[in-house]
């Protein structure tokens, strides 16, 4: 972030959308987000306040955060249940080229012995063949679960970096040191030099001049992105970071 800045933010939480199923069986709330898609960012800071029901010189009301933590959840990431090692060794021969691999290791083995019985070459070189495909697919196996638990091990990583508290204007008051995971869809979110972002937000107006976040922690580039309250019109034919 850029020095002496302190910002007000509109939380988006696109994080909860996972949970829209789970919601649908519930009743819809007159003071709830309209739309679980709202492109914000596309959006002017006065359409994002009557979208979210929200007032930014006020925040949210409590009878709102409690209806939508009901209907949202918790502001964090789900924790997929592990899977066995069993189960991630048969998701690496759930495809279709590897079946074929493997038919045809298995009639290469049986073709070699067949040929051993009937007086021709049973020793090792007979064998060859089938033994290559075979060690190609324990690789190729073992390479799958290599990147399988390393993309869970991400996903706890990126929730260790999420941020654990927030200030956050509620009925009409700077609530501080607000766990980050009680964060509901409208909560007006402030920001200071440091901070990590809780959650998905569009920036609703800056006390300093410029605004520039670090994306490092989700992208890997090292480069600080600028950001403003201006909306992005023709948000359909750009690419997003």
């Not at 939480?13 to 914000?40: N, Y």
């Not at 045809?104 to 067949?114: G, R």
């Not at 679960?145 to 200030?167: F, G, P, R, V």
């Not at 609530?175 to 569009?202: H, N, Q, T, W, Y």
Request: aromatic share 6%; with cysteine; charged share 25%.
């Amino acid at each position: 972030f850029s020095r002496r800045l302190s910002t007000n933010l509109l939380s988006l939480l696109q994080i909860h959308g996972e949970r829209i199923g789970r919601s649908r069986e519930k009743r819809k709330l007159s003071t709830s987000v309209k739309s679980d898609t709202f492109p914000a960012w596309a959006k002017t800071v006065g359409e994002c306040e009557e979208n979210f029901g929200v007032s930014r010189e006020r925040g949210l009301t409590t009878e709102n955060v409690l209806k939508r933590h009901q209907l949202y959840g918790l502001n964090e990431l789900e924790k997929p249940e592990g899977t066995s090692i069993f189960k991630l060794i048969l998701e690496q021969f759930n495809d279709t080229l590897v079946c074929i691999l493997l038919a045809a290791a298995v009639i290469s083995f049986v073709l070699a012995f067949v040929d051993g019985e009937e007086g021709g070459e049973m020793g090792i070189t007979a064998f060859v063949e089938p033994l290559v495909i075979f060690l190609i697919l324990i690789v190729n196996a073992i390479v799958g679960i290599w990147q399988e638990t390393n993309a869970e091990k991400a996903l706890e990583d990126l929730k260790e970096i999420q941020s654990q508290q927030a200030t956050v204007m509620r009925y009409g008051n700077k609530v501080s040191s607000l766990p980050a995971k009680e964060l509901v869809p409208g909560d007006i979110v402030d920001l200071r030099v440091g901070d990590k972002v809780p959650a998905d937000m569009r920036v609703m107006a800056l006390i300093s001049s410029t605004l520039r976040v670090e994306h490092g922690s989700l992208t890997g580039e090292s480069e600080a992105f600028s950001k403003t309250t201006k909306h992005m019109e023709d948000y359909h034919s750009t690419t997003f970071d």
